[in-house]
């Protein structure tokens, strides 16, 4: 090798080493917050894999620190993003109604939700195309990215539940208003707490069951305070914003960045709502089986008294979200949930329960249109 070609590799590998160590300088590390313990699926897969996805689709432009729930947990996650804190949060609006009359209009919908991956969908296009979702957003310098659902709900208790008469005079954990109101209408006591505060509550005999998903059992580890699991399906959990994104972080992306990062977030959503809705669920019937939990079937009085509140509840809700909170034409916007319900149940139908083949038709049915240079700014 000559001189002159041996200083020509030498400058080029001189040249590329520059490259990469500018391109490393350049990779940002976002500070993400699942809000939940490891053991639940909104921390792995629904962060873990939003994060690699993340990093995959941006070409190690943009990376993430998974934050524990020391530094920001689901109730404290609006003022941890609003003060820059989380940069990406798991951010669930039934938590704070005042401040989300739009979003929680549809978010309270929980006995509409029959399958998890079809109510998750609907969520997301709602929200996506909703203006006044968009300016609630805003007010809290949050950016919408994507929804999950849980599994159908079901009744977990310490105490045997099959009819009406069981439920009356307990007291139960609930996880949102529609669940409250469900609960009073059947003669439970219904309290409100974070899920965090189930366990506790359960063993010192606060409470005598939780309306819940029965993944519960894996995430919160329940199963050693639960004797009992009604199997009445009771809806779906959808008041989630899977990743929100600070104000601050989005305006300094790139609009190929924030493309990536909705993209990341509905692959994210599939995989947990796949993981919580589905197969979280099965894994927690064993564990309750083994443990001694027993499954009980509910008596028809119970199952009759779905339907019949449902159908009550839709009319009182639009009533209660336009005199209470002054959102306008709240049936009609509920009527616009229930068709995009029912579009996505027949989407999911036909393209089966695969996470990606979902996520691919969330990106082309919701996001094909989006411009990103200007959406959430």
């Not at 490891?38 to 996805?53: I, K, N, S, W």
């Not at 779906?236 to 972080?249: P, R, V």
């Not at 068709?339 to 979902?358: C, S, Y």
Request: net charge negative; with cysteine; charged share 25%.
């Amino acid at each position: 090798m000559t001189n002159h070609t041996l200083l020509k590799t030498v400058a080029i590998a001189v040249t590329a080493g520059s490259l990469a160590l500018a391109s490393h300088a350049q990779a940002r590390e976002l500070r993400m917050a699942p809000g939940v313990p490891p053991a639940h699926p909104a921390y792995d897969p629904m962060f873990t894999q939003f994060a690699e996805r993340l990093e995959e689709k941006t070409n190690g432009e943009l990376t993430g620190n998974l934050m524990g729930t020391e530094v920001a947990n689901i109730g404290n996650m609006r003022n941890a993003i609003r003060s820059g804190l989380v940069e990406a949060g798991l951010f669930l609006p039934a938590y704070f109604p005042a401040d989300l009359p739009e979003i929680n209009l549809v978010g309270d919908m929980a006995f509409l939700g029959t399958t998890p991956h079809a109510m998750a969908a609907a969520v997301t296009e709602y929200i996506v195309t909703c203006a006044e979702c968009q300016e609630e957003l805003k007010a809290l310098g949050i950016v919408y990215t994507s929804s999950h659902a849980s599994d159908l709900y079901r009744i977990l208790s310490t105490k045997p539940v099959r009819s009406l008469d069981d439920l009356r005079g307990l007291r139960m954990r609930v996880g949102g208003p529609q669940y409250s109101r469900w609960a009073e209408s059947v003669g439970l006591t219904p309290a409100t707490m974070s899920v965090g505060e189930t366990y506790e509550s359960l063993s010192q005999g606060v409470i005598e069951g939780t309306i819940a998903s029965i993944a519960d059992i894996i995430s919160f580890r329940l199963d050693d305070v639960l004797n009992y699991v009604t199997d009445v399906e009771l809806g779906t959990f959808h008041s989630t914003i899977s990743h929100a994104i600070g104000q601050q972080a989005w305006d300094s992306l790139t609009e190929e960045q924030r493309e990536a990062m909705i993209h990341a977030s509905v692959e994210a959503s599939t995989a947990i709502t796949q993981r919580w809705g589905y197969e979280m669920a099965d894994e927690a019937r064993d564990i309750a089986q083994e443990s001694g939990i027993e499954i009980l079937e509910p008596e028809q009085d119970l199952l009759d008294a779905i339907p019949a509140f449902i159908e009550e509840d839709l009319v009182y809700a639009a009533e209660q979200a336009e005199r209470r909170h002054g959102v306008e034409d709240a049936e009609g916007k509920i009527e616009r949930f229930q068709a995009l319900v029912e579009k996505w149940t027949e989407i999911v139908e036909e393209i089966g329960d695969d996470p990606e083949a979902i996520a691919d038709a969330m990106k082309r049915e919701i996001f094909s249109d989006v411009d990103f240079a200007t959406y959430g700014s």
